[in-house]
């Protein structure tokens, strides 16, 4: 915001043409967040990186003024070491493919015209003007979409099942509880372009016949939770939210409830009961809850990503949106691509893209000219990928198969100097730190862990330490209660299966 004060203010003292006034717009993230905060000028496509106040009156008394390049404020190309004048020219920007974060960083996200004049609220009207609930479901069923959540169950099928009771009321929710280290996406989504997660919220309200949602935001976003209030009142005034939306005999309302800033409470279970005001601690989920979920009654919980796909996937229609990705994970995954890298940010990419393309071009390789080590997928409880599995193709599937996960978008890059020991012990140190204590396995078996990987650190490790490891992690798996527990021991046996070695050499430096 200072700097486009300041901008306005310059503009002004250089009595330069006012109709350029309106067109100074603050977005929300453009992506590439290390080299931030960054200006586009528009429609010549130049990009300044860290701007700092000190710059303005250089960019409006020469760029804006005389069409002269200030080449220090542009992004150095990793790859060739030259700069780069526009956002096309990016190697950041040009692989990726924008479907959930496509006005993030275009839009003001205050501006709920800005978001209508990108189309916004078109797949709404659409929807309750020409299609039924049924229709509708069909049509994010034949998009092959995904929870870009963690878990990764395919979204029409739950809208499906929530529909097929009669229970009433019924519920939608939006899980923004994003506690994972080193992830932001649904921040970005959140802050940078909320009305899409609102038109999907409705949207998917329509389809299952639910009149109320809530949106559920960690406590630590406090400008997500404000951009996202002031949407919906937004909303509310176009007629979008409350009686009657649209004139049709539809009627939808949404809140914010703020997290309480427990981790756990990113599982579903947990959340809800974290909205009904209880404990946020996870439950069996032998009842969906798309039966009995919030206070008991039917309920749909996807997460913000998810929720911005779906304008687009009644837009487009379902079979156009599963021309992109992979067969059996449609679409695109945002991730927040941080760590050792070079360009470090936030990322949109088609499924089945392959790692080493997203590390090694978009984020322009490893930095300091050092060698890759690991690539840690889906947040704390992810697995790390070594080297030999950088061809691997990013989807659900693959993942899963190499020990991690997709997760919510958590990607991690580790230079050869990390230890991978180190790492595990970080996470699942975490992980403990986490875990609310309900069940037994994750309770006494993740402390378990906790001190088996400190010994193996502090040199008292013993070689018969790695199966016990791998024990307690399979029981976890197996009985766990919820996803963190079960999914707690993924950094602990995927180091051990790709990285034994250096467990072994902390366990001989004992000796
Ligand atoms: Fe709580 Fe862990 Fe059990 Fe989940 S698995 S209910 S976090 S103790």
């Known amino acids: 915001p200072a700097i486009a004060k300041a901008l306005r203010s310059k503009i002004d003292e250089a009595g330069l043409d006012v109709k350029v006034h309106p067109l ?64 096309r020219e990016n190697e950041f920007y040009t692989p990726q493919v924008k479907i959930a974060l496509r006005h993030v960083g275009e839009i003001d996200p205050h501006q709920i015209d800005d978001y209508i004049d990108h189309g916004g609220y078109g797949a709404l009207e659409k929807t309750v003007k020409e299609m039924t609930p049924d229709v509708v479901i069909e049509e994010v069923h034949r998009s092959g979409l995904r929870g870009r959540g963690g878990a990764g169950f395919p979204t029409g099928r739950k809208w499906k099942q929530c529909a097929s009771y009669e229970n009433s009321p019924k519920y939608v929710v939006c899980n923004g509880d994003e506690g994972d280290p080193g992830a932001f996406m649904d921040r970005s989504i959140m802050e940078g372009d909320p009305h899409s997660v609102i038109e999907g919220m409705i949207i998917g309200a329509y389809a299952v016949g639910a009149n109320e949602g809530f949106i559920y935001i960690r406590d630590e976003y406090a400008l997500a939770v404000e951009t996202i209030r002031k949407a919906i009142e937004q909303a509310r005034e176009r007629g979008y939210l409350g009686r009657n939306i649209l004139g049709s005999s539809f009627s939808f309302d949404l809140s914010i409830v703020r997290g309480g800033g427990a981790f756990v409470c990113g599982e579903s279970t947990a959340l809800m009961a974290s909205i009904e005001g209880k404990v946020g601690e996870p439950r069996a989920k032998y009842i969906r809850s798309v039966e009995k979920g919030l206070w008991g009654q039917p309920t749909v919980l996807n997460n913000v990503e998810t929720w911005a796909n779906i304008p687009v996937i009644l837009t487009q229609g379902g079979d156009q949106f599963r021309q992109i990705g992979t067969e059996k994970s449609t679409g695109t995954k945002v991730f927040s691509l941080v760590g050792k890298v070079k360009n470090t940010g936030l990322v949109e990419v088609p499924m089945g893209i392959r790692l080493r393309e997203l590390i090694f071009d978009i984020g322009g390789g490893i930095l300091g000219g050092r060698k890759f080590k690991a690539v840690q997928t889906g947040g704390p409880s992810g697995g790390c990928i070594p080297e030999e599995l950088l061809d691997l193709p990013v989807d659900f599937d693959s993942l899963t198969e190499a020990g991690s996960m997709m997760g919510s978008g958590g990607m991690i890059v580790m230079d050869d100097r990390t230890c991978m ?61 919820c996803g963190l527990g079960k999914s707690a021991p993924n950094p602990v046996s995927t180091t051990i299966r790709y990285f034994r070695e250096e467990y072994l050499a902390h366990i001989q430096e004992r000796r």
């Open 24 to 87: 100074i717009k603050e977005t929300g993230c453009q992506g590439l967040c290390e080299k931030g905060p960054m200006i586009r000028i528009v429609p010549d496509d130049i990009a300044y990186y860290k701007v700092s106040l000190n710059d303005v009156e250089a960019i409006v008394e020469k760029t804006l003024r005389s069409g002269e390049v200030i080449p220090k404020l542009l992004h150095i190309s990793a790859k060739t070491g030259k700069p780069v004048l526009t956002l």
């Open 421 to 481: 020991v180190d790492v595990a012990r970080y996470y699942v140190q975490f992980l403990a730190d986490e875990s609310c204590g309900k069940c037994v396995p994750c309770r006494e078996g993740i402390r378990r862990m906790a001190e088996i990987l400190e010994d193996i650190c502090e040199g008292r490790g013993q070689e018969s330490d790695l199966d016990l490891l791998l024990n307690i992690g399979e029981t976890m798996a197996e009985a766990a209660l």
